[in-house]
């Protein structure tokens, strides 16, 4: 399938997940126009060195007034940046993109850390949100929740802007990304089994979390925006589908979960300290038990940061339950093909290793 004029606009190119999309899509035959923006000219030089077909807007979603005319400008937009506390460079895409004839398209990127329970880890939750079951609840949980601020920002823009939003589970496996291959959570975990010497759990580590490869959380993008490329088909006179069936994955109620399943923290941890011990990494495969508190130390957090600072969000992450399922996705036709956290894990932490030494 080939459109002649499809400009395209994506923020978060470099990073673990917007690397792994920008990679899935380049050279598509769909997109005539990739814009990526970047922070900074050296890393857009070497962006463009591994992708030279792209143009680089150099900058960051907070420079409003360059984000605006950059989406109005775009038929599709897709932000893989980090979401809270940028609610006025998203406003400016959706601003940009609202001002347009033909009503664009926007991909924004959420987090299931919006429901997160309370990380105990004493046992496993027996809550699974649907995203299509429970998209009621889901969209009207208080701005205090995790991305929930910038999800309603999101969706009450969908007038204007055919938008959907994409709520990753936890990100597994290896990236194309130039700058940040591996998963964003690894350097934490590893840091807080360092300085306890051995792998962990926050209690006993029964808790449960979905995970998602990021290959697949690419392809969930690409999903959303080949039906996008169908709707401005159809705009250009080059389709006769339904306009409206092309856009019902998109509005106020276009919550996408990814995930291939669930797993419990101490199971990950116990394939994960097996793995470091393999690679001469760990001297040992125990697992001690740690709480809360614990958990926050060693991974750097003081008595006086903030609750949503990284170090204590990533602490409990360690101890919470966050058990989705990704119906919605699946409707599209999606379906992840990694199926479980054994499939590259070796990998991931062998090259990690390597890259720690500068191999």
Not at 169 to 191: A, R, Y
Not at 215 to 222: H, N, V
Not at 319 to 333: C, E, N, P, Y
Request: with cysteine.
């Amino acid at each position: 399938m080939y459109f002649d004029e499809v400009d395209k606009g994506m923020a978060g190119g470099t990073g673990h997940i917007g690397g792994a999309v920008l990679d899935g899509i380049y050279g598509y035959p769909g997109w005539t126009s990739l814009t990526v923006l970047v922070r900074g000219d050296a890393k857009a030089q070497r962006l463009q060195a591994r992708y030279p077909k792209i143009s680089v807007l150099v900058g960051d979603i907070d420079n409003v007034e360059i984000v605006e005319a950059a989406a109005k400008d775009a038929d599709i937009v897709i932000n893989c940046c980090p979401d809270i506390s940028h609610e006025e460079g998203i406003s400016a895409i959706l601003r940009g993109l609202a001002s347009r004839e033909v009503k664009g398209f926007y991909f924004h990127t959420s987090g299931a850390a919006l429901i997160w329970d309370e990380p105990d880890g004493s046992k496993a939750g027996t809550k699974v949100w649907d995203d299509i079951e429970d998209i009621g609840v889901i969209t009207s949980l208080p701005e205090d929740k995790s991305h929930r601020k910038t999800d309603k920002l999101v969706f009450v823009a969908s007038e204007d802007v055919n938008v959907a939003i994409i709520s990753p589970t936890m990100v597994c496996g290896l990236s194309q990304s130039i700058e940040h291959p591996f998963p964003l959570t690894l350097p934490s975990i590893l840091k807080v089994i360092r300085s306890l010497n051995s792998g962990f759990t926050v209690s006993a580590g029964e808790n449960r979390l979905s995970y998602i490869h990021v290959q697949d959380l690419a392809s969930l993008y690409f999903t959303l925006a080949c039906h996008a490329l169908r709707y401005i088909a159809y705009e250009v006179g080059s389709t006769n589908d339904d306009p409206k069936e092309i856009v019902s994955y998109c509005g106020p109620k276009a919550y996408y979960f990814a995930e291939f399943g669930d797993t419990s923290f101490g199971s990950y941890m116990a394939d994960m300290v097996r793995e470091l011990n393999f690679l001469g990494v760990l001297e040992n495969i125990e697992v001690k038990r740690i709480d809360l508190r614990d958990a926050e130390q060693a991974s750097g957090a003081m008595e006086d940061d903030a609750p949503d600072s990284w170090a204590k969000h990533i602490a409990a992450s360690y101890g919470i339950d966050m058990r989705v399922k990704a119906s919605r996705a699946k409707k599209l036709g999606w379906d992840p093909r990694v199926k479980n956290l054994q499939h590259d894990l070796g990998e991931v932490l062998k090259k990690y290793s390597e890259s720690e030494k500068g191999v």
